[in-house]
C-alpha cells in the first residue's frame, strides 16, 4: 500500500519512532561501556607507569595486571563493536520500515531478520560485557589500593 495521505504517513512515523527508544537505550548502555573503557585506560597507564621504574618489588604483578587490563579492554571494545552493530542494524529496521511502507514494497520478512539480527547482536555485547565485568570482579586488583 502507498502511502499518499498524511495520516498514513503519521502512521508509519508513529511505527518507525518506537525503535527509536531501543536506540536510546543502546547509547546509554555504549556510554557505560566506554565510561568503562576509559577507567581500564587510566589503570593501564599508572600500572605503565610502574614499570618503567625497575628494580620494584612487585613488577611480575604489574605485569600480571597489564594483561588482565589488556584482557579486558579488548573484552569491553568487542562489547562496544556489538551494541554499535546492534544500534546499526535498529536504524536499518527503521529506515526499512519507513520505506517499506513509503513505496509499498513488502520488507516484511528483511525488517523482521534485521531486528532479530539487532537483538542477537546486542545480546552478545550484553554477553561479553558480562565477562569484562566477571573479569575485573575476581582479578582482585580493586581491593588493593
Keep these: 500500500m502507498a502511502v499518499g495521505d498524511l495520516s498514513d504517513i503519521a502512521h508509519v512515523i508513529q511505527l518507525a519512532v518506537a525503535p ?3 536506540l536510546t ?7 557505560a561501556m566506554n565510561g568503562r573503557l576509559g577507567r581500564i585506560v ?7 607507569e610502574q614499570l618503567r621504574h625497575p628494580g620494584r618489588d612487585d613488577c611480575a604483578e604489574a ?20 551494541a554499535v552493530l546492534s544500534a546499526l542494524l ?3 529496521v527503521v529506515a526499512g ?3 517499506g511502507a513509503m513505496v509499498a514494497v513488502k520488507l516484511a520478512h528483511a525488517v523482521a531478520g534485521l531486528f532479530v539480527a539487532a ?10 560485557f558480562l565477562r569484562e565485568i566477571y573479569l575485573a570482579v575476581t582479578s582482585g586488583t580493586h581491593y588493593r589500593r
Aim: charged content about 15%; overall charge positive.
Design 20 to 22: 527509536v527508544f531501543l
Design 42 to 48: 587510566d589503570r593501564r597507564r599508572v600500572v605503565a
Design 97 to 99: 520500515a519507513f520505506v
Design 119 to 128: 537483538m542477537l547482536a546486542m545480546i552478545v555485547s550484553l554477553s561479553v
Design 90 to 92: 535498529v536504524c536499518l
Design 63 to 82: 605485569e600480571a595486571e597489564m594483561a588482565m587490563l589488556g584482557r579486558r579492554s579488548r573484552l569491553v571494545y568487542l562489547s562496544i563493536l556489538f
Design 25 to 31: 537505550a543502546i547509547a546509554t548502555l555504549i556510554n
